[in-house]
């Protein structure tokens, strides 16, 4: 372990923070051998690499559910733990080699480097990080003699040191057959020439190796040391030779010979690249990564303060949630991976692709002449991105939204151009999908503003300037308030009463739509408890409140704590809701029925798959969406269709609530083609729990008269 660290220290530099958290990342990317972290607090591993996961046959998954004990030998567990506690407690490191079990039984060999990677205040170790090495068929080999021809192998094959002594008098070198070898020299016993040594070295480098050794020894230096590389005499591959070596010095003082060693360091430099690699590049897509990008787009930088121009595009897929959600993160994977290879073959040599993470890319359009030229690669980004995907024989359709910037005129700097397409994907994600703007300076207007009604919403939530107002819903045939929907408004300390569309979006955008509807269903279930036992209360969720674990608990908690009586509330959801995870909401809404609670699904028309989902749930109502019923008192098609859903659901047992009636020619619509239940301006706007009873007073004398008219 120590030996790998050092190696690691010395590719990122002095021992930091940062550097330690790089080589870590860089250490976890390796597939030399298994990587675990454990967590000393719980003993459970909390991070392992895929060389870990192929050692022990075990999924990443399930490793995160164990820990080392778990998977190692019940007898080697209780034989080392003593001198691995005092190890880590005092030295902070331990290696050793133990037997672990896989899953149907078999035993594989491994030698374990750990070392305390974090203590807490009192120095207690609180992770560990260790590295294991698959040494099964090492310790399987008969006899000890076995074992060390095995290590001698090991030595010569991968370790690949020699020594080599040279004549610098007669100008000979002297080099067993193994040196030879590394250094791809003629076979036998003869000493070589040096200028024949100097002949195998690459041509680039050759020069540079003569002129450092006549130097050394012009300048009576006691040592040498080089690298250079040649070529394989079998493969023709190329190699990577480091030679250090100390002078021998005659009485004048003049160097006569030098012994040393020559070590082939091909697979270490070949590892180097390796970490250096996946240090800078996306390990799914093994495109740029975030780090790497930054880089190139302060070289773009400089270049365009010099006047070349250049376009940063801002790529976010269109509906990728959509196929995580419902096909799977694996195939959520393949997607990326297949559109990161489409996004490559629209581009130049000279432009960069990155994946700056999830399912954002980003591009650097090298050279731009006319800023028109970024708006071709848009579109054309967004063509060859739109077409369908085959994974896995899914077809998958998913599309791209595009942000531009362009330098140095949006901006000469490295976070405000970021930041200019990242606005500019915004604005082309609000506009609808598969679309690009250009960034423009009303945009960073636009985002201010946004984030400034960002901080109110957080200080209203915490100042409780949010209320409850209720709109009722009739029963068509009585006209008696049958519900009351809770509506949620804002009382902005200078922006008066706001509605939800105003501020519901950005809530759900941000996290905060769980705890602000979780405050909703608890104020109005306790001012539902206080109203007439006939009269209802319907309380819309989101699709974020329905992918909470801890859904049907809340609601169970809010009745109990308010004396509510679960069939008295009304649970309303559209189908978005149902096309983020189908499985587990149908599950939360099936416990929500055997709990008692009513579910009505709102705005049914305004979606292409609401007939379907009234097949596979039994809703309890169905409100149909307002631009229906807007229509019922002028010629169309808008009453058949309404008697038509009237129809259906009363075949499936269904309530049919029409949203948005504001006239009596809608109202008798309604009553002709069987329509239940009815909400809308024409019996009340949505008033304050304050204000209830003189609307309940209101409506009954308005039934009154209509009785009394009829």
Not at 315 to 344: M, Q, S
Not at 540 to 558: D, E, G, K, T, Y
Request: charged share 30%.
């Amino acid at each position: 372990m120590k030996h790998i660290w050092r190696k690691l220290k010395s590719l990122f530099g002095a021992a930091n923070a940062a550097s330690d958290a790089a080589m870590i990342e860089a250490l976890f990317a390796t597939d030399i051998a298994g990587i675990a972290e454990t967590d000393f607090r719980t003993g459970k591993f909390t991070r392992v690499n895929g060389r870990m996961c192929e050692m022990l046959w075990r999924s990443e998954k399930e490793l995160l559910s164990l820990g080392p004990p778990d998977v190692q030998h019940p007898e080697d567990v209780a034989r080392i733990m003593p001198d691995f506690i005092k190890s880590m407690s005092e030295k902070g490191r331990w290696e050793s080699e133990l037997r672990h079990v896989l899953p149907d039984g078999e035993i594989v060999w491994a030698r374990i480097n750990a070392m305390v990677i974090e203590r807490d205040p009192s120095g207690a170790p609180l992770r560990g990080l260790g590295v294991l090495l698959d040494i099964t068929e090492a310790r399987r080999a008969d006899g000890k003699v076995r074992e060390q021809a095995e290590v001698l192998k090991v030595a010569q094959t991968i370790g690949r040191v020699g020594a080599i002594r040279r004549d610098i008098v007669a100008g000979l070198i002297h080099a067993d057959a193994s040196v030879r070898e590394i250094l791809a020299l003629p076979e036998g016993d003869a000493p070589i020439r040096t200028e024949d040594w100097l002949a195998g070295i690459l041509e680039e480098d050759r020069g540079r190796v003569a002129h450092a050794m006549r130097l050394a020894i012009e300048n009576g230096d006691p040592g040498i040391s080089l690298d250079y590389r040649t070529l394989c005499p079998r493969t023709g591959g190329l190699r990577y030779i480091e030679l250090r070596a100390r002078y021998h010095f005659g009485p004048d003082g003049k160097a006569v010979s030098s012994l040393g060693v020559a070590i082939d360091v091909t697979e270490r430099r070949a590892a180097e690249q390796r970490l250096a690699h996946a240090a800078h590049h996306d390990s799914l897509t093994g495109l740029p990564n975030r780090s790497l990008f930054r880089v190139r787009l302060e070289e773009a930088l400089a270049r365009a303060r010099r006047g070349v121009g250049f376009a940063l595009l801002c790529l976010d897929l269109d509906r990728f949630k959509e196929v995580n959600d419902t096909l799977g993160h694996p195939i959520g994977d393949r997607l990326l991976v297949a559109a990161a290879a489409r996004l490559r073959k629209v581009l130049r040599e000279t432009d960069t692709l990155a994946r700056l993470g999830g399912d954002e890319f980003a591009v650097i359009q090298t050279c731009l002449l006319e800023p028109q030229e970024a708006a071709a690669l848009a579109r054309r980004l967004i063509e060859t991105l739109s077409a369908p995907f085959d994974i896995d024989g899914q077809e998958i359709v998913v599309g791209v939204s595009i942000g531009i910037a362009l330098a140095p005129h949006d901006s000469g700097e490295t976070e405000s151009l970021l930041s200019a397409a990242d606005m500019a994907l915004y604005r082309a994600k609000s506009d609808g999908r598969g679309l690009w703007r250009y960034f423009e300076p009303a945009m960073n207007q636009r985002m201010q503003a946004r984030r400034d009604l960002e901080l109110d919403l957080r200080r209203g939530i915490s100042e409780s300037e949010f209320e409850i107002h209720y709109q009722p819903i009739l029963d068509v045939d009585t006209r008696r308030v049958k519900t009351f929907e809770a509506l949620l408004r804002w009382r902005h300390p200078t922006r008066g009463l706001l509605t939800p569309d105003l501020f519901i979006p950005l809530a759900e955008e941000i996290g905060l739509i769980v705890p602000l509807g979780d405050w909703v269903l608890r104020r109005a279930c306790d001012d539902a408890a206080r109203w007439p036992e006939s009269i209802g209360l319907a309380v819309n969720f989101s699709p974020a409140q329905f992918q909470s674990r801890h859904l049907v608990a809340r609601i169970a908690a809010a009745l109990r704590e308010s004396g509510l009586a679960a069939h008295r509330l009304e649970i309303e959801i559209t189908e978005n809701v149902l096309m983020r995870d189908k499985e587990a909401t149908l599950a939360a809404l099936r416990a929500l029925k055997e709990l008692g609670v009513r579910i009505a699904m709102d705005d049914f028309g305004s979606g292409s798959s609401s007939l379907s989902y009234l097949q596979v749930f039994p809703f309890d109502k169905v409100k149909i969406d307002r631009s229906f019923t807007c229509e019922l008192d002028r010629p169309g098609n808008s009453n058949a269709i309404m008697k038509a859903v009237a129809s259906l659901c009363g075949g499936l047992e269904m309530a049919v609530v029409a949203e948005g009636v504001e006239t009596e020619g809608q109202f008798a619509a309604l009553q002709r083609e069987g329509c239940r239940e009815a909400q809308g301006f024409l019996f009340s706007r949505p008033v304050a729990s304050s204000e209830l009873p003189a609307l309940l007073r209101r409506l009954g004398e308005r039934r009154a008269l209509t009785v009394a008219a009829e």
